[in-house]
């Protein structure tokens, strides 16, 4: 279950980040799809978590979206982590209309655990 921080220009639209909500789910999904933990396509509720904040006047930083995605480590994800990160980060420039994006994927070891 990935959990996506997304950073933004608080001088972005509504409308470029509303798409960029829609899509996030989807992309971050084929982003680190493994044999460990396939993606079938049908996202359910707690699949990914997604989160968006205006950067603050005190955080520092010259992009207008900044997308971190932390996943759990898996060998197969952690042996293509770059190309990963790279076709979300294409994916997070279609659909938020801006080149000015920065993608991090961490793969941490970790544990998820999610109630009924």
Same mark, same amino acid.
Request: aromatic share 6%.
């Given at each position: 279950?990935?959990? %996506?921080?997304?950073?933004?220009?608080?001088?972005?639209?509504?409308? *470029?980040? *509303?798409?960029?909500?829609?899509?996030?789910?989807?992309? %971050?999904?084929?982003?680190?799809?493994?044999?460990e933990e396939p993606y079938d396509g049908m996202l359910q509720p707690g699949d990914v978590e997604v989160r968006f904040r205006p $950067?603050?006047?005190?955080?520092?930083?010259?992009?207008?979206? @900044? %997308?971190?995605? $932390?996943?759990?480590?898996?060998?197969?994800?952690?042996?293509?982590? *770059?190309? $990963?990160?790279? $076709?979300?980060?294409?994916? @997070? @420039?279609?659909?938020?209309?801006?080149?000015? %994006?920065?993608?991090?994927?961490?793969?941490? @070891?970790? #544990?998820? #655990? *999610?109630?009924?």
């Amino acid at each position: 279950m990935p959990i %996506v921080e997304v950073t933004h220009d608080p001088l972005i639209a509504t409308a *470029q980040l *509303q798409t960029l909500a829609e899509a996030l789910p989807h992309a %971050v999904s084929l982003a680190v799809e493994c044999p460990e933990e396939p993606y079938d396509g049908m996202l359910q509720p707690g699949d990914v978590e997604v989160r968006f904040r205006p $950067r603050g006047p005190y955080d520092a930083g010259g992009l207008d979206i @900044v %997308v971190e995605v $932390r996943s759990k480590w898996f060998a197969s994800r952690a042996e293509t982590r *770059q190309e $990963r990160c790279d $076709r979300l980060c294409n994916a @997070v @420039v279609e659909a938020s209309g801006t080149t000015e %994006v920065g993608v991090y994927l961490s793969l941490p @070891v970790a #544990a998820w #655990a *999610q109630g009924e």
